[in-house]
């Protein structure tokens, strides 16, 4: 019976996506630790006016390894891991919210990368999340416009190239007392967030904030493996 269960436990094991060791989980127990060092201590602390940002870690080390994995090297179920743990962080630490019911509205590829890529990373982080906190997921934003890659660009080119990038492609139903809570796995300048927002508030599509794994504006001192 031990011969059996050894032999189960070698076929079982894959390799990890982000360092190679074998491991019977998505992602090994190291790299796991070496994620969490990048979490937040208090995730909620963006959350203020113009638009709120809920981040469940910072843009660096493991985290950005992880992140890059998830988009550029075909490792969708990263994503999905990286979602639940943004998930359970809302559940311990989100803002208290005055509304009846929160959807979840992933930022949207554009069809010519969602092809190429062949899933939308975003989409994969709000399953996850949405998962854990029992939220509506509603793809309710489509890109039209295929954007430059915004690494390397100013604010205002930033701004400029994600202008008219998304509309609205469903908005019926009754929106009153709902509020959008949008998911997207890195959060920069802002730019792409309140692009997404303008076009969900023209739809009279009321935005609570944005939910994102990671913020490259976040100072090291803030995680919670400090």
């Known amino acids: 019976m031990t011969i059996l269960k050894s032999l189960l436990n070698l076929f079982l094991h894959i390799n990890c996506p982000l360092c190679e060791r074998s491991t019977p989980n998505e992602i ?24 709120p940002i809920f981040a469940w870690g910072v843009y660096s080390g ?18 999905r891991i990286l979602g639940q743990w943004l998930g359970k962080a809302w559940l311990f630490d989100s803002p208290r919210l005055d509304v009846q019911q929160v959807l979840v509205v992933p930022i949207p590829l554009h069809s010519d990368k969602l092809k190429s890529r062949g899933y939308n990373q975003a989409t994969l982080i709000a399953e996850g999340f949405s998962q854990i906190t029992g939220y509506k997921l509603l793809n309710i934003l489509e890109r039209i416009k295929n954007t430059q890659v915004q690494y390397g660009l100013s604010p205002n080119e930033r701004e400029k190239n994600l202008r008219d990038a998304f509309v609205v492609k469903k908005a019926d139903g009754n ?14 300048t802002g730019a792409t967030a309140n692009s997404a927002r303008a076009v969900l508030e023209k739809s009279s599509i009321s935005v609570l904030g944005i939910a994102v794994v990671a913020g490259t504006f976040i100072p090291q001192n803030v995680l919670n493996g400090h």
């Open 62 to 79: 493991a985290l950005k390894r992880a992140i890059a994995a998830t988009k550029y090297e075909n490792q969708p179920q990263i994503a």
């Open 175 to 188: 929106w009153l007392n709902t509020k959008v809570l949008l998911v997207d796995d890195i959060y920069t």
């Open 28 to 51: 090994c127990s190291y790299c796991i630790q070496q994620l969490q060092i990048h979490r937040h201590q208090n995730p909620s602390s963006l959350w203020k006016q113009p638009l």
